[in-house]
């Protein structure tokens, strides 16, 4: 329950950061990988929706009428769909720290242009922007987002890896033990 409160409140703080897009919309870090990299797919997805629904709520970031869309875009395409890029990259690169590493990358940075282009899909169907523009508008902005996204998410996994490997899931620990040893338990 701790690491849920602090990948929440860890998320909550990186979105708050808006970076203006064409056609009125805004792009921000976005973390879904990363929360279903540390909590798994489901709790990570949960964690997305109760920050976006403070931010909604209590902040007016990205409204009401956008809440399910933002979930949509955010929490399933970007984080279910990062970690689907993930397991794909995790199986073809080698099993070493680096390895680990360019795959949380790769897979961060195609997390956020996965929400992105979902989202510019959207606003074309919905008749609010052409395609073909809010396509290219959406993918270039989050393009240099999904690479912030990116150098975050290796740095917290990196830094997880050294200090306390035993709060990763199997999948983000090298094969070739390089991960260092866990944290001695503490006594209460």
Known sequence: MPLLGVAGAFLFAAQMLN????????GHLLGALLACLLLGPLPGTLVMGVVLGIQ??????????ALGSNFFNMAIVGGLGGMAVFSSLRAVLPGSRGGVLSAVG???????????AACALELALS???PLPVVLPAMLGVHAVIGAGEALITIAVVAAI????????????LPKDGLAGKAA???AS
């Open 127 to 129: 008749g609010t922007a």
């Open 184 to 186: 001695p338990a503490v």
């Open 161 to 172: 890896l050294n200090t306390r490997p035993d709060l990763l899931p199997s999948g983000l």
């Open 106 to 116: 790769g897979a961060a940075w195609a997390s956020v242009l996965l929400g992105a």
């Open 56 to 65: 909604c709520l209590l902040f007016a970031d990205g409204g009401i009428t």
């Open 19 to 26: 970076f203006p897009v064409a056609g009125g919309t805004s």
